[in-house]
């Protein structure tokens, strides 16, 4: 799959993947061959990966404070999510938080959260095979996967 139909299909999300726009996606990719599918996760989780950077997993949550006023730092889950929300975003806002850190710290909030894109093609897959799918990526998007993002996590 090439990154433009990667973020065709992405579009249909208009902007925020919740629980129905995922379902939608996830029918909409399983209309396609296996091989689609295949493709829809594997820019999926390169897309994620090349978010997992310290510049973005450091900022604070947007919307929460700690004890005293201090920044809430983010969870791996949280930045994981957030990192889904930047992708299901688009691929403009996507492009741009590479040019500015600080256009990420929005998709920190606990408004906006991305986790329901994480089953998109394990749906579609399921949809279109009628089986579960026991898959893996050639890029890992679980948070602090990325070593070239993450220099201080270097052994």
Known sequence: MTWAD????????????????????????????????????????????????????????VDLTARFGSPFRQSSDVFLYARCAVVAAGQAVWESVF????????????????????????EAYELAAGEEWDRSTRYCFESYSNRDGWPGLRD
């Open 6 to 61: 990667f973020w065709a299909l992405i579009a249909t999300l208009n902007g925020e993947a919740t629980e129905e726009s995922c379902r939608r996606l996830a029918q909409e990719l399983s209309r396609r061959s296996v091989s689609d599918i295949v493709g829809f996760a594997e820019r999926h989780a390169e897309a994620l990966y090349r978010l997992d950077q310290e510049k973005f997993g450091t900022l604070p949550v």
């Open 99 to 122: 040019l500015d850190a600080d256009k990420f710290a929005p998709y920190t909030s606990s408004e906006c959260d991305g986790e329901w894109l994480l089953y998109v093609p394990d």
